[in-house]
């Protein structure tokens, strides 16, 4: 008897459809993600059409999908998972308690699968993770996400994570989807929850360093969202006392086609002049810095340093700050883990991440949390 496939019978017909276009986190069908293109095309068409009851259509599109050459261990899991998704479909794979739970479940009986369906699967000892990953979803389709988080908490595989951010999401749960995107973004490999952290750091950043923090994570993840995200994050630069990264930001923004009007000119013209002074008067700075007894002008060196992509210097400045004693010891710790981490010195970024506390200033340590996953997965 063919099993009930968690992905193929609830992944790839919920997700792929209810919760996309439901909530504001894409998800694929994994018969499509696992897959290459060519196969997760013809998959693809085969889950739509067995799930609008062209079954022999959708095993053909199967078969099809079979004969592409050099079939990969991800072709060949989403062809199965598929299989079993057309199998459920047309009635064929499953029996008795089994089949009674996948029918309700495709039926939208949701309260039956919750209750009375998954009662006999215990009893018959067929309660697997396959199904309850699928009565996580149908608590999910009847709103009732407290109960589908409850679950899917003790859930591991990226799409009982991708469904238990959906549902945080749908009720409130900050700390669920930050949970569920972490979890995504450092096991399972998907950068693309980079944004939704980012846009989540947005509420508390505080001050304007914490700001330009978020800003320069999403540079390095690939995530600024549009043209005010480009220019904020400049304008936010030049606030710091980062002209030359400002221009940079600014360029980075007409490159991507997204600024180009007007404020874009001005924008430009103040951060190269800055950004002139800048490089005039760093020499004066960082002598002035050394010469200081205490470190916060290293600091704030550090991060000119970094802007300016001189990450040993960045590096050095970081340190002799934190030698000498600086007011922002928080702040400190987080530069010196940017140039680590601008260095390849991985380890030695989370390091010094793992020392700020956020006493002082709660925004630092959400930041020196978000540098450390992204010193842990670069």
């Known amino acids: 008897m063919i099993s009930l496939k968690l992905r193929a019978l609830a992944t790839a017909l919920f997700l792929g ?13 994994p018969a499509e993600a696992a897959a290459r293109p060519a196969v997760g095309k013809l998959l693809q068409e085969a889950i739509r059409l067995a799930g609008s009851g062209n079954t022999s259509g959708a095993s053909e599109k199967v078969r099809e999908a079979e004969a592409v050459g050099g079939l990969t261990s991800g072709d060949q899991q989403a062809i199965e998972q598929t299989k079993a998704y ?6 064929s794979g499953a029996t008795g308690s089994k089949a009674k739970f996948a029918n309700d479940y495709n039926a939208g009986r949701f309260r039956e699968v919750v209750g009375e369906d998954a009662d006999e699967l215990r009893k018959a000892g067929q309660y697997d993770g396959e199904a309850e990953l699928v009565v996580a979803q149908a608590y999910y389709q009847m709103a009732d996400y407290a109960s589908a988080i409850r679950m899917l908490r003790g859930m591991h595989g990226q799409q009982p994570l991708e469904l238990l951010m959906s549902a945080a999401y749908k009720s409130g749960d900050n700390d669920g989807m ?27 950043a505080g001050t304007p360093e914490n700001t330009m923090d978020v800003y320069r994570l999403r540079l390095l993840t690939g995530t600024m969202r549009n043209a005010d995200d480009y220019t904020t994050a400049a304008e936010v630069a030049l ?29 430009m013209t103040m951060a190269k002049a800055q950004s002139a002074i800048e490089a005039a008067n760093l020499p004066k700075e960082a002598a002035a810095a050394s010469a200081a007894k205490t470190g916060d002008a290293d600091i704030k060196l550090a991060a000119q340093y970094w802007g300016l992509g001189r990450y040993q210097d960045a590096q050095g400045a970081a340190k002799a700050g934190i030698a000498k004693g600086v007011t922002d010891t928080d ?3 987080i530069r010196l883990a940017m140039a680590d981490i601008g260095l390849h010195q991985r380890d030695a970024a989370v390091h010094a991440l793992s020392a700020v506390s956020g006493s002082a200033k709660p925004g630092n340590a959400l930041l020196a949390h978000l540098w450390s996953i992204y010193a842990r997965t670069h």
Do not use: H
């Open 17 to 29: 459809s209810a919760v996309a276009a439901a909530s504001a986190f894409p998800m694929a069908v």
């Open 86 to 91: 057309v199998a459920a479909k047309n009635g």
């Open 178 to 204: 930050r949970v569920a995107a972490e979890q995504l973004i450092v096991d399972y490999n998907q950068p693309k929850y980079w944004s939704d952290l980012l846009t989540m750091a947005d509420r508390v």
């Open 239 to 267: 606030q710091v006392g980062c002209p030359t990264e400002a221009q940079g930001i600014v360029q980075k923004g007409m490159d991507a086609k997204l600024l180009n009007d007007a404020r874009t000119v001005r924008l």
């Open 331 to 333: 702040l400190a710790q």
